[in-house]
């Protein structure tokens, strides 16, 4: 079932290289319309890029460099570093620079494409969110190399559940494409952490969780987990960008959580969950 529907979103999508926009129906959005970006063409093909600072898209999220950047120097107040587990302390001794947080999009089966690869950088003391999107599957080769190209020199890679999900997932599709290996780079799962810190006192583990227990963050204006396969495959069959904004928001809410998360354990934050 899972390779038929794979097959069946193949056939919806015309081969990309040497365009520049997929075609849109004159009812719909078109993606240069719905998302400004960059078209990037290398030897793989041509894929999107969406890079913006993350206050430009929240203006909540304006403090969240901010308070990152004082939890990695030691300056909010923790009462004893020597408490926080390894993989967490080894970060307070990276530049801000060499840490990146990651997280993929992908068609919601094992194995299947992805089609949007989110990291979150901190340069020059703010946010920055690069967006690599595959317009369609032939695209997901170029997504991957440029990935390949931003890894390159990255201390730590932070990630939740990218143990089990995004780093077997990439390593996987850079296989399948004759692509890589992933450059060497420190990798730190939020999601252990977590479950040993607060799993017994909260519902479950899911970031969603998380964002609304521990770090008290209120989603709007993006799309549930359920949904992203789905808006994809409407857009790769119409080309109708009218639900991108949305996921792509969604992704970006997922990195912002993932710092947000990091202040939080950083600074010895332990809100009242009981």
Request: aromatic residues 8%.
């Amino acid at each position: 079932m899972k390779s038929k529907r794979l097959e069946k979103l193949k056939r919806q999508i015309l081969p990309s290289r040497g365009r520049e926009e997929p075609a849109v129906s004159t009812s719909g959005v078109s993606l240069a319309e719905a998302l400004p970006g960059t078209v990037l063409s290398s030897e793989q093909g041509q894929c999107r890029l969406v890079s913006r600072c993350i206050e430009s898209v929240d203006p909540l999220w304006s403090e969240t460099a901010q308070n990152y950047l004082k939890a990695l120097s030691g300056l909010s107040g923790y009462c004893n570093p020597l408490d926080l587990s390894p993989p967490l302390h080894r970060l307070m001794d990276i530049p801000p620079e060499g840490i990146v947080f990651f997280d993929l999009e992908s068609c919601g089966f094992r194995n299947s494409v992805v089609f949007l690869i989110g990291m979150l950088f901190c340069e020059k003391g703010r946010f920055v969110g690069r967006q690599l999107f595959a317009r369609s599957v032939e695209e997901e080769e170029a997504i991957l190399e440029e990935c390949l190209n931003c890894l390159s020199g990255v201390s730590t890679l932070v990630t939740y559940n990218g143990i089990r999900f995004d780093l077997p997932l990439l390593r996987d599709r850079l296989g399948k494409w004759g692509l890589g290996p992933l450059p060497t780079f420190a990798h730190l799962d939020l999601l252990p952490i977590v479950r040993r810190r607060w799993k017994k006192r909260l519902p479950n583990c899911s970031l969603r969780t998380v964002e609304r227990w521990i770090l008290g963050l209120n989603r709007s204006g993006d799309i549930p987990s359920s949904r992203v396969g789905s808006v994809y495959e409407k857009f790769a069959a119409t080309g109708n960008a009218a639900g991108l904004p949305g996921l792509f928001r969604h992704n970006l809410f997922d990195l912002v959580s993932l710092a947000e998360l990091v202040t939080c354990l950083l600074t010895g934050f332990e809100p009242n969950v009981e």
